[in-house]
């Protein structure tokens, strides 16, 4: 069979599928499939063990499947009749127009949506071009306008290798290593012209041109433009620009965001895309002001400082990082051998153009800041907590002198999570009966999450211990595979079948593993930590997973004690560390912990997301006041937790020993006086009624706040279209005048 080069990637796989099954393409290459509650079942059952093998990528397990077993599936009537319901439920959702943004921002258009910028991606496991929480929210953002129909682009990188996967040695030191992404067997689209040639455009990097060429994604009704450098006609450094996530040094670093920020401005210009608002995600995508106030000039005969408010309409700001170290910025050396040849463009002087990105003007010395460039060039900036607001308007402060801390122009509008990705369809199912069917479709409203006291304890308390079985199945599995991987003892990978225990209070941790983040923190007396893990009448176990960055020595040493801690003889069975976390590992833990610790240096947290999944999954959280727990976590007149605990409540120092000594103690003491004891008070029938109380006050509390339908809807009423007229109030936004 020949294939007609105009075909689009899925009409050429849905030519390799039975009739009953062509459908399947289209959903393959739309990540839409990927919140559904059928997507347990829709592409695991063509082979589970592909599936597992082609990790979770339904076009590649598509272009995999044996004719025999596709027509065998033809055959049977559930799974057809799946595949329909599915397929006109998504034909449904993609031609709606009636949304919820149409009606009240309908000055965003299709013709003009507005363009999100970020340097990473977290989609799904199956598209591994993300590092941590920066990206994952970027795909919930997408995710949560596609749903509520806010005529959105996003655009990013698409990495040949991506971020480092993670492996631990015998010693458990963090080892490095890259698999390549292979493009062609992945949910992505090559654009082209008429011609069938890849669209291109061409940017000037270290004195060399590099040509750059466009995948697309699609999320739902949102589409994602990925930029990509390896074409045989760049150089071979240049090939590399988009090999890895966050790696490399400085050259790399700015190298990559003129890519993102140049670039992604000019792809736009060659998709024939006009945006309305450009969303610079963080201070990477920053450079991206520079290109619209060039083509601005371009088309207008004007200068820079003429058209420098027009350029500052068309741009808003999310910052995600408290501490200044955390910000991009590069020496004047550095941008003279990226720029020299730019800032002529723009008819500005290199004194006039280092000023747009320097904290203090009139120093020689000072680098040029990504975030300042923004701050300077975006009409509105906002932190990601009310906190991380405070915090961002103390620490640029020193960019606007004539106006009190108070007043900076820095908001803030809380992160939430897309709640179809990150709930267990466990879950779903129960809301369902109880919510409403379209539960899914009234995040924000609190009396319909107020139905969760309606569900009886026993049915929440029984699907929450299966998602925990599933949590435990899942941890046995990894870590046996790392240890036969390191070669351990027979009796050691053996032992890997008995490990952690699904009756056992359940703690959950995974994050990065950078210093601040405290991953240690609850090593600090180990003696104590032992005797509330190992003790024999009410065990606690916990569960570990995260990277390091590739560069930091602290964090893989943080991980190489934990990784001893857990062959201590009294906890073998109940302490693991999962290898290679990814969405597909965070969707497990989030969905089967009894409690997630959530221990950094405040105020060094800017929002934080795993929290809020865990949530909607009847979760717990122990945390750190930071970040959005400080506007999550609910107390009694007397200071007790209702929805959750925190952690060194009563602690305000910047000594960060003591810090570390004072929240150590307060964790101790939770978990000895109030988690423990309150999850073993079990009836009869080994029910916690006043854990599952406190399960669905942590549900009904913080489900209708940390969602990214609310954070949507926030940024469509305050950013993208300030002052229209919305059917749905914003909540916990709040932008200074």
Known sequence: ?????????????????????????????????????????????????????????????????SSERLTELTEDPFYIKQVKALVEQFDRYMSERNTWASRVAPQISREHPVAYLCAEFGIHESLPIYSGGLGILAGDHLKSASDLGVPLVGVGLLYRQGYFHQRLSDGGWQEDYYLDNRFEEMPLELMTNDQGQPITVELEIRQRSVKVQIWRTQVGRVSLYLLDTDRQDNDPIDRWLTGHLYGG????????????????????????????VYHLNEGHAAFCTLEIARLTMEKTGKSFYDIEASVRDRCVFTTHTPVPAGHDVFSSDLMDSYFAHYWPTLKLSREQFLALGARRLGDPWEPFGMTVLALRLCRTANGV??????????????????????????????NGVHAPTWTAPLLCDLYAQYMGEDWAEHLLDPQMWAKVDAIPDEELWERHKILKARLVAYTRSKVKAARQNRHEDHHRIQAADELLDANVLTIGFARRFSPYKRGHLLLRDAERALRIFGNANRPVQIVFAGKAHPRDEEGKRIIQRLMEWCKHPSILTRVAFIEDYNIYTGQKLVQGVDVWLNNPRRPLEASGTSGEKVCFNGGINCSVLDGWWCEGYKADANGKGLNGWAIGEDANTSDQELQDRIDSESLYRLLEEEIVPLYYDQDANGIPHGWV?????????????????????????????????????????????
């Open 1 to 65: 069979m020949t294939t007609d080069r105009s075909m689009t990637p899925a009409e050429k796989l849905a030519q390799k599928l039975p009739l009953p099954l062509k459908r399947l393409a289209d959903l393959a290459y739309n990540y839409w499939w990927s919140w559904t509650t059928d997507r347990v079942s829709l592409f695991q059952r063509i082979s589970a063990d592909e599936w597992e093998r082609c990790n979770h990528n339904p076009v590649g397990i598509l272009q995999t499947a």
């Open 249 to 276: 040094n400085q050259e790399t670093r700015i190298a990559q965001e003129v890519v993102l920020g140049i670039g992604g401005v000019k792809a736009l210009e060659a998709l024939n895309i006009e945006p309305a």
């Open 385 to 414: 907590s009310e906190l991380h607001g405070v915090v961002s308007r103390k620490m640029w402060n020193i960019l606007y002198p004539d106006r009190p801390e108070n007043k900076v122009p820095i908001g803030y509008i809380t």
């Open 693 to 737: 109380r406190m399960m669905k006050e942590s549900i009904k509390t913080n489900a209708p706040l940390f969602n990214t339908d609310r954070m949507i809807a926030d940024y469509v009423t305050q950013v993208y279209a300030p002052g229209c007229a919305a059917d749905v109030k914003p909540i916990l936004a709040s932008l200074p005048v």
